[in-house]
């Protein structure tokens, strides 16, 4: 569905993609990974066509995005990092606004607009201005116009950046349940959530594809966070109601109450296992404040963190910096 060879960016002298090549399949959820300046925005302004690539090509649905670009935006959803919004347009004029750019018929406006508002939890804030919208809000405003149409394709900047802990959890959900029948590519940098979110990984340095493989071989292969497997929770709301209901949520092997809330080590798969935690602090009326990994079972040798660290040469950096400091 995503085919990139040989693509090259300048800046002047500034090289921010260097002769970068990969694919994504159809369907495919691939996490996107790599150090401030390696070229992950590059490379996704010219998958959405709002920048060309000095050379190389890169295709979305087998159309090129210099050749055919109209083509290319029909089938894509683009998420940036940072959303600009008209501030004193509501939400519900805007993403109306959205979807009569993007083509879609009178008869179906509405219902898309419903479709893609109860996705992303905008119901509350419809009639609102964009301009007194919270960060979070604003994140699911960016998603809601990127799902408009039910695009082929999703190309997504940190999509949980500044969102609170339970908009977090609601949004990774929703792109696990792409599997299949999207195509994702998403950056992020917090890697525990590519692990849980992606399929594969691709790691990118210095504008050039460092490393790559699937979550499942990372994960045989001890490369996969192991942290996943202990978490910490705190909450607003009745303490011994939410332990009873983090105690009977199936996975829970072990359940310790702290002074903000509780720690709990999983035994199965953390990503199925995590939102029935958060569901179950909502369901025994607790207010969810925070759900954070927490160091897990050190000798499973090294994490995804780790082998970023190595590929990207973060590792020796940090080594050199620290023998300097002694």
């Not at 978490?231 to 092997?253: C, F, I, P, Y």
């Amino acid at each position: 569905m995503i085919e990139v060879v040989g693509l090259t960016r300048r800046f002047g002298n500034t090289l921010a993609l260097d002769d970068l090549c990969f694919s994504v399949g159809e369907g495919e959820v691939v996490g996107f990974l790599g150090p401030n300046g390696a070229g992950k925005s590059t490379t996704m302004k010219i998958l959405t066509c709002s920048l060309a690539p000095s050379s190389g090509t890169a295709k979305v649905g087998g159309h090129d995005v210099l050749d055919e670009p109209i083509s290319v935006r029909r089938r894509v959803g683009f998420l940036p990092e940072q959303v600009a919004l008209y501030p004193e347009q509501k939400v519900n004029s805007l993403l109306r606004f959205v979807a009569e750019i993007k083509g879609i018929e009178q008869t179906r406006l509405v219902a898309e607009m419903d479709r893609v508002i109860d996705l992303t939890g905008l119901g509350a804030v419809v009639y609102k201005p964009a301009g007194h919208l919270s960060h979070g809000y604003r994140k699911r405003v960016g998603l809601a116009q990127a799902l408009i149409g039910d695009p082929d394709v999703l190309i997504l900047d940190e999509p949980s950046s500044g969102l609170d802990p339970q908009q977090i959890v609601e949004i990774r959900e929703l792109i696990r349940s792409f599997r299949g029948q999207r195509t994702v590519l998403l950056s992020s940098h917090i890697l525990t959530e590519v692990s849980e979110i992606c399929e594969r990984v691709l790691i990118l340095d210095h504008g050039r594809l460092v490393g790559q493989d699937s979550t499942e071989r990372l994960a045989s292969a001890g490369l996969s966070p192991v942290s996943g497997r202990q978490v910490t929770l705190s909450w607003d709301g009745d303490r011994e109601a939410v332990l009873k209901a983090l105690a009977q949520v199936a996975g829970v092997e072990e359940l310790r109450a702290t002074e903000q809330g509780a720690e709990v080590v999983i035994a199965g798969n953390p990503v199925e296992i995590r939102p029935k935690l958060v569901d179950s602090v909502l369901a025994a009326g607790g207010k969810l404040q925070n759900i954070q990994d927490i160091q897990g079972i050190p000798d499973k040798g090294p994490s995804l963190e780790d082998l970023f660290l190595r590929l990207t040469g973060a590792d020796r950096e940090l080594r050199q910096s620290e023998k300097e400091g002694e």
